[in-house]
């Protein structure tokens, strides 16, 4: 057995800052959506789905797109369901498939909770950047997702009303 690389110093603490800076981020968002009456995992499902095609996704495609497995996504959907924040119906082009529609209920309260959720992430994070920095940490990002196997996720594009 080999003796594992250690992190020296330097590492340890860039390590334990971003490990700070996780947590700083995550608690200000769920905190704001808490505001909103809802969750962070809720909110990661309504997103997608504001910015469908007829507010319309196949299950699959939505946990390909958030990087969750298939009981994960099939609880938070009951959930979700049970609350009157979207629906599930069969797919019409292939009986083994299911789509999740987002409701108008659903709709609402991404709307409402959207401007908050870019405020905090301005507030917590961007305002917190130099225009420099904001390149660096993008490309630092995407390579540190890749490196995790996380480069593959189909992020689209939304449109851009907002």
Known sequence: ????????????RMWRGYLRMQRAVDVALGRQLAEAGISRPDYEVLVPLSEADGRTLRVRDLASWLGWDRSRISHQLRRMEERGLITREDCVSDARGTMVRLTDKGYEITVTAAPGQVDTVRRVLFDQLGPGEIDQLTTIAERVAGAAGYAHLP?????ERR
């Not at 992020?155 to 449109?159: C, G, K, R």
Request: glycine share 0%; aromatic share 12%; net charge negative.
């Open 1 to 12: 057995m080999t003796e594992p690389r250690w992190l020296d110093p330097q590492e340890r």
């Open 155 to 159: 992020y689209p594009e939304p449109d």
